[in-house]
Structures are given as structure tokens and as C-alpha cells.
């Protein structure tokens, strides 16, 4: 054991004097002590701006019949105090409110912060205080002055305007630093702030070590090889008893070290600097040492086997080099360019079973039918979302549902475009499509505001399910029948929306969920951690029957049947509780911990269906008790009668019957020359081969515990139905592995065989 001890050493050794390794090491030096006085502050919100009104339009309109009206009341006096283009916004109807239009709300809601008597008694008395706002005016705001005034001044419109600005933060985040001429506002709580300084610090080591350390430590280890068959040294080596191909794995174990010792002194550096600046002690951090050693060691067997073969160390780097554009021009081709481009914008997210035909939509939003004699799937609706679905699936699709009655399809269609989604200009349309002998597509009434659910109840009755509560569509009537949640409904009125309840519970702060359940048209809503079951109210609308809290308060999904509520988390964790009383049942865990997508009931309540970011189809039968995955590959899912239509990832339908489990029908359409050359030559060859850039998804759940990726950025609200891509973190790692031993025992069997 010794000789090979000796072995490791002196490679080891050979890197430790390189003078590559000293300039490396004073290089990571400089970049922690650049990095090191980077730090945040935390200041009180005091002032309004743009991502602080939910819909700019909506709420000037409340002003406007706020101020018209006879009685006192805060935004009567907020129009009475502001500056005049606030008077002038609300004396007027603009219309479509322009950037300048909406800078002017901002301005004059933060022209009143400052003033002492903007709060008067009599004027919030109809208005339900928050309790941080009752214990400052209890202590009096005679002697308040500068922010303390502007901050009590901005509570008390956050309470009377709770849908429009109970968004704002109580506090703003500054990233400051020294050289830095004005710390710089930053765009997130004091909540996110960990998981943001995980993101971006998983980006920078990515970068910094997984290419740069790497590369550098390539040129270092490359020569450790060739030397070791150079006449002297190998006869020196052989003298000893010793095996070559023990020889060989001794070398190789060295000339890692370099990476170890690298890569731990600048990570370690890391985990201090973000701990002591900014509190984020991730002991994660310390866990991707080994992985970045493993990503060296895939190409150090390259670098190996080049180096016995040719004994040549610039030979060995251009082979490696080679190789490193080999992994990632394969990794290009399938995850850039067919995926992005050709395969996942055809991929069905959505299917809705009409009286014309089986309707899916597309992940850029198209709606396609399904063709029986050509066997294919065709644009019936064309959207102007195209591209890639990291540019073009810009915003969530809620719904499409199937009016029968009217024979149209409804849904709400978010806001999107480039930039980041502005909460003050919603820009979402509700869209109708028509069948006429054809689908036909138009923008219907603005929604309410904050509107993310779009549901059917028994009676056929649209309902909204928006920041303000529960909405129902009326539009223009022509079709739908005249009594409605028990009364009587003049159709065809000014409003296409009329809010329906409930009194108590709201604002609903997006994305939180909603789900009914069409026997007792009983809605479940949760908003936040707080889970909320909203009844009819003898035909009146609907009113908070049952409120619990749930333990964490993280994104969900939702479903109801009459007999369980289900609530399933992004945690992959899927709680069934008691109907009525909203008792927790059972927590299962089907998928691990990938995220939902979607949860949907059969509508007769006796089967629920989840479907999760990586493709797990999951049916649970209620009455039985049980549950089963149905498929791995999966993306649609709806329930029509007494089936369940799946959807997969080649955009087959297959028609499941929840009696029998059997698939009674398929829907399986041509492969076409691109799909083809996917199936049978990308994945095939992207599957065998290494990937060591891959392993950038186990170093991104190391660090922040997430095994999806949204294609969002920064319009992600966390909504679990925005589009995601579920990372793979085990077969990378078994592939990679498997490369490293094919390749360490070609280097061994050739040296065993070598004539020395």
C-alpha cells in the first residue's frame, strides 16, 4: 500500500508546485476579498412605486366612485388631497392608462404619505384596521414626522385598499457595498432573500469553478500522465512491486487533488462570506465540493487515457478540450434547439373534451384539434405566442373550460410580454372561442382584477376567482340561462362580471389556488397557508364556511370532492382532508418532492388525479383508498364521463376507463421528420453519451433544495402551474460514472498491455 501512498504524494506534489496552482489560488484570493464587503440593509417602505398597485385601472375606478359618493371615506379623501392628475385621472375615463398616467397615481399617493392630516377617525371608521397599524395610532400621530408618518400614512391605504395595495412590503431590501454610490433597491422580501442568494450564488460558482478552475486545472494535471511513462521515471517505478494499473488509478487519485484543494479553499471562502454578510448559512455550499471534483474527474479520465496513448500533455488537453465541445454541442442540439424550438412548443398542457372534437393547448399557447382521419393534431386557434417556451410561454393560461350550452371555450389568458409582470398594469384578457364550424377567438370583457381561476359549476355558470373574491361571468347572455345561483339575473348589463362573494377572507394574494367541486358547487381556496371553504349562501353567492391555517405557507395546488380536500404542495406533498372540516386525513408523497402542476376530479368525486412537473400521473381512487401512478411521461390530464384522457410528452392521447383501468382508445398521431430524427437519433445518442454539464442540476438542488426549473426568470409569480422543466439529478450522475470507469479501464488495459 506505501508505494501507491507514495504515488498519490508525489502527484499530488507535482501540482502543488506548479506555478499555476500559486497564480490560481491568488486569483480566487482577489475574488473573495472583492466579494467580501458586499452586504444588504434593510429600510422601511415608505414610499409607493410601480409594482405596488395591483391594477392601476380598477383601482382609479374606485376612487372615482369613491369620490362621487355622499359619505366620508378614504378614498374620497385621498382624491380630495392628492395632486390634480389624480383629479383629472378620476374626473375622467382615460381609457387605456399610459406609463406617464400611472407614474401620476404613484406620485400622488406618495405626495399624501407625509402629511399629518391625512387620517382623520370619522373618515376610516367603516375600515378594518391591521393590528400593526391600531398599536401606532394608538401611540399617537401628533408628533410623527418624515418616514414614521409616511409609514403610518401607507398602512392606513394599504387597509382601506386591501386588493389594490395589500401587496406593499413592510420593509424594502438595499444590496449595498463600499464603492457603491447609493445602495440599490432590490426586488424581494426579507423572506427571499436565502433562496435568492442561493440562486445566484449557484450561477456564479457554476461559472467561476465549473468552467474556469476547471479548465485551469485541466492544464495543470495534464502532464502528470505523459511523465510518468518517460524514460527513468517508469523504470523507477517498475522497479518496485507494484501493479500498472493500480499505477495508473494512484496518478489519477493525485492529480484530483488539485481540484480538491482549489475548489474547497475558494467554496469554504464562500460559505463564510454569504453566513457572515448576509446570514445564509448553506451547508449545502460545503456539499457541492465533491461534485465539482466529480465534474473535474469525468474529464481528467479523457485527459488520462489521451495521455498514456499519445504521451503528449498538449496532446491530452486538445483531446479533453475536444471532448468538453463534444458534451456540450450534443447537450446543445437536444436541450437548445430541438427542445426549446421544435418539440416542447407542440407539447400538450391542456385538453378539453368539446362536442366538436378532443381540443389540447399547446406550451405557447396554440389550440390544436385532433384530426381521426389524418391522425393528427391541427391549429384550430392560432396565438401570437411563438417561439421557444422559454420565450414565448411568457404567462399562464388559466383554464380553457367548455361552455356546451354556448358551445365555447373560456379562458384567461395572463399578461406577458419580455419584461417583468408590472402588478399595476395586469393586462390579462378573458378570451371566449366560439364554435361556428370553426373556432373562432375573441377578447372578451377585462377580467376582475387578479383573476387566476376559471371555473364551470352543475349549473353551467362561469365563476372568476380573482384578488376580491368570487366573480361570475355573465357576458352577453344571449344563450345562458336567466337564473342563476338561484335568482334571477338581468343578462346582458353594463358589467360582465358580478362579485358573488365572499364578505370576509379577502384579498387573495396571487398565485394562491382554487378548486370546486360540481355536485355542490362548494368552492376550496388557498391563499397563502390560509385554506378556505366558500358555500353557497341560499342562492345569495357564496360566504367562508370553514377557515384552518395550514403548518407552511408554500405555493399549492387544489382540489374538492364532497367527501376530501385535497391540497397538494411544491414540496410534492399531497395532504387529504376531511371535506367539511378541513381535518387533516393523511399526507402521501407519490413523486418525491417535484412539484404539482395540476390537480383534477373526476365528477362524480370518486377519483382525483395529480399530475406533477416531472411527468407522474397519479390516481387515487377515494372510495378504495388507494392510489396508483398511471404514467412517468405524462403533461395533459382531464376527466370526461367515466374516463380519464392522459396526454404524454409525444402528444398521444390515451383514453383511460376508471372502472376497468384499462385504455379503451388512443390517439396517436404520425411522427413527422423532426420528431423522428428526436426519438430515434437525439435522445438515443444524448443518452448514452457522458454528461457532465449536467451536473449543474445536482449542484443547483444541493444549493437550493429545488428539482425544477421554471422558464419564467422574472416574471415567475411561483404559481405551480407556470411551465417547468424537471431536472434529472440521478441518471447524470450513474452516466458519468459509468464514463469514468469505461474510460479508466481502457487506460489501465492499455498500459497492462504496453510494452515498457
Known amino acids: 500500500m506505501r508505494p501507491y501512498l507514495t504515488v498519490i504524494y508525489d502527484s499530488f506534489h507535482e501540482a502543488i508546485v506548479s506555478r499555476v496552482l500559486y497564480i490560481l489560488l ?120 418624515g418616514d414614521d408618518l409616511a409609514y403610518v400614512n401607507r398602512l392606513l391605504l394599504r387597509d382601506a385598499f386591501p386588493v389594490h395595495l395589500g401587496n406593499v412590503p413592510a420593509e424594502e431590501l438595499y444590496l449595498t457595498y463600499p464603492l457603491m454610490w447609493a445602495p440599490v433597491p432590490l426586488p424581494i422580501t426579507r423572506e427571499l432573500l436565502p433562496i435568492t442568494v442561493k440562486y445566484v450564488l449557484t450561477g456564479f460558482i457554476d461559472v467561476f469553478v465549473g468552467m474556469f478552475a476547471i479548465f485551469v486545472a485541466i492544464l495543470v494535471t495534464a502532464p502528470i500522465m505523459p511523465r510518468t511513462f518517460e524514460p527513468g521515471a517508469i523504470d523507477l517505478l517498475l522497479s518496485k512491486p507494484i501493479s500498472r494499473s493500480l499505477l495508473v488509478i494512484a496518478k489519477y487519485i493525485g492529480g484530483c487533488a488539485f481540484v480538491f484543494l482549489s475548489v474547497t479553499y475558494f467554496l469554504v471562502g464562500l460559505w463564510l462570506i454569504m453566513g457572515i454578510q448576509f446570514d445564509v448559512w448553506s451547508p449545502a455550499l460545503l456539499y457541492c465540493i465533491p461534485v465539482f471534483l466529480f465534474q473535474f474527474a469525468i474529464y481528467y479520465s479523457v485527459s488520462s487515457l489521451a495521455g498514456v ?171 345562458k340561462k336567466t337564473k342563476i345561483l338561484g335568482f334571477d339575473i338581468q343578462l346582458g348589463g353594463a358589467k360582465s362580471f358580478e362579485r358573488i362573494g365572499p364578505d370576509g377572507g379577502v384579498p387573495y394574494f396571487p398565485p394562491f389556488a382554487a378548486a370546486i367541486d360540481p355536485a355542490s358547487n362548494r368552492l376550496l381556496i388557498d391563499n397563502q397557508g390560509s385554506l378556505v371553504i366558500l358555500n353557497r349562501d341560499g342562492g345569495k353567492g357564496y360566504k367562508v364556511t370553514k377557515q384552518i391555517s395550514r403548518e407552511e405557507e408554500v405555493d399549492v395546488v387544489v ?151 421554471s422558464f419564467q426568470g422574472p416574471q415567475s409569480t411561483g404559481d405551480l402551474r407556470e411551465v417547468r422543466q424537471a431536472d434529472n439529478i440521478v441518471m447524470p450522475v450513474v452516466h458519468n460514472f459509468i464514463f469514468i470507469c469505461v474510460m479508466l479501464g481502457l487506460t489501465c488495459i492499455y498500459v497492462s498491455r504496453l510494452d515498457l
Open 309 to 479: 496513448l499519445w504521451r503528449n500533455s498538449i496532446v491530452s488537453i486538445v483531446i479533453t478540450v475536444l471532448f468538453f465541445y463534444a458534451c456540450f454541442g450534443i447537450g446543445l442540439v437536444k436541450t437548445s434547439i430541438f427542445e426549446p424550438f421544435i418539440i416542447n412548443p407542440t407539447k400538450l398542457v391542456r385538453l378539453v373534451d368539446t362536442d366538436e372534437g378532443l381540443v389540447g393547448v399547446t406550451q405557447i399557447g396554440q389550440f390544436v384539434q385532433w384530426n381521426p382521419n389524418l391522425r393528427s393534431w391541427e391549429v384550430v386557434l392560432q396565438s401570437d405566442r411563438r417561439g421557444p417556451e422559454n420565450i414565448a410561454m411568457q404567462s399562464i393560461m388559466v383554464g380553457p373550460i367548455y361552455h356546451a350550452p354556448t358551445k365555447t371555450m373560456m379562458y384567461l389568458q395572463q399578461g406577458g410580454g419580455m419584461g417583468p409582470r408590472r402588478m399595476g398594469l395586469s393586462g390579462g384578457k378573458f378570451m371566449t372561442a366560439k364554435w361556428s364550424g370553426n373556432w373562432v377567438a375573441e377578447t372578451g370583457a377585462s377580467p376582475p382584477t387578479g383573476g387566476s381561476w376559471i371555473l364551470q359549476d352543475s349549473e353551467d355558470n362561469v365563476l372568476v376567482v380573482g384578488s376580491a373574491g368570487v366573480f361570475l361571468y355573465q357576458g352577453k347572455g344571449e344563450e
Open 26 to 145: 491568488l486569483a480566487l484570493t482577489l475574488v473573495l476579498i472583492a466579494l467580501a464587503p458586499l452586504s444588504y440593509d434593510v429600510k422601511r417602505m415608505v414610499n409607493f412605486n410601480r409594482m405596488s398597485i395591483r391594477d392601476v385601472p380598477a383601482f382609479v375606478q374606485d376612487l372615482r366612485e369613491a369620490a362621487n359618493a355622499d359619505e366620508a371615506s378614504p378614498g374620497k379623501r385621498l382624491v380630495a388631497m392628492g395632486n390634480d392628475p389624480l383629479k383629472q385621472l378620476v374626473q375622467s375615463d382615460p381609457g387605456k392608462f399610459t406609463a406617464a398616467q400611472v407614474n401620476d397615481v404613484i406620485d400622488s399617493l406618495n405626495a399624501v404619505l407625509p402629511k399629518n392630516d391625512f387620517y382623520d377617525e370619522a373618515t376610516w371608521k367603516d375600515v378594518t384596521l391591521g393590528q400593526e397599524t391600531k398599536v401606532l395610532l394608538d401611540k399617537g400621530t401628533e408628533g410623527l414626522s
Open 559 to 709: 382540489g374538492l370532492t364532497s367527501k376530501v380536500a385535497i391540497v397538494a404542495d411544491e414540496n410534492g406533498r399531497i395532504e387529504f382532508r376531511e371535506a367539511d372540516t378541513l381535518e387533516l386525513q393523511q399526507t402521501l408523497r407519490p413523486a418525491g418532492d417535484t412539484p404539482p402542476s395540476a390537480i383534477e376530479t373526476s365528477s362524480d368525486g370518486k377519483h382525483v388525479a395529480v399530475l406533477f412537473h416531472n411527468g407522474t400521473l397519479w390516481l387515487y381512487d377515494i372510495e378504495a383508498g388507494e392510489g396508483t401512478t398511471i404514467d412517468n411521461d405524462a403533461s395533459a390530464i382531464t376527466f370526461h364521463e367515466d374516463q380519464m384522457l392522459v396526454a404524454d410528452n409525444k402528444n398521444r392521447v390515451r383514453a383511460y376507463d376508471l372502472a376497468s383501468g384499462e385504455i379503451v382508445e388512443t390517439c396517436w398521431p404520425d411522427s413527422d421528420w423532426y420528431r423522428f430524427t428526436y426519438d430515434w437519433i437525439v435522445q438515443p445518442i444524448y443518452y448514452v453519451f457522458p454528461k457532465p454539464g449536467e451536473l449543474n442540476n445536482l449542484l443547483k438542488y444541493l444549493v437550493t433544495e429545488e428539482s425544477t426549473t
